[in-house]
Nanobody, 122 residues
Framework: QVQLVESGGGLVQAGDSLRLSCVAS????????MGWFRQAPGKEREFVAR????????YCADSVKGRFDISRDNAKNTGYLQMNSLKPEDTAVYYC???????????????WGQGTQVTVSS
């Protein structure tokens, strides 16, 4: 089993920054890749970014590339999503997820956190 706990969400204004954290625990063999996803009201869950825990290789979706950055601290078993230049359209519940495939597909991630709300006002 893998447990994921997100934190760091909140209400900010357009142009502000936020850093989300995701603390992971449990079987490391089941979580070689950490992904961040988001879901806005009435929309499907959307891939945001992913990172390989071991190598640090990362990838961000085009919609956030240049504004968001994903990182991890292996010593703390914590992953981060640094969000800069936030826009109202970034408003969503943000989830971290764990899996073993290098993919953006939600079905490949077997473990999910509870989510943290990010609201960006204009």
């Amino acid at each position: 089993q893998v447990q994921l706990v997100e934190s760091g969400g909140g209400l900010v204004q357009a142009g502000d920054s936020l850093r989300l954290s995701c603390v992971a625990s449990g079987r490391t063999a089941s979580r070689s890749v950490m992904g961040w996803f988001r879901q806005a009201p009435g929309k499907e869950r959307e891939f945001v970014a992913r990172i390989n825990w071991s190598t640090g290789s990362s990838y961000c979706a085009d919609s956030v590339k240049g504004r968001f950055d994903i990182s991890r601290d292996n010593a703390k078993n914590t992953g981060y999503l640094q969000m800069n230049s936030l826009k109202p359209e970034d408003t969503a519940v943000y989830y971290c997820a764990a899996g073993n495939l290098w993919t953006a597909g939600t079905s490949a991630y077997g473990y999910w956190g509870q989510g943290t709300q990010v609201t960006v006002s204009s």
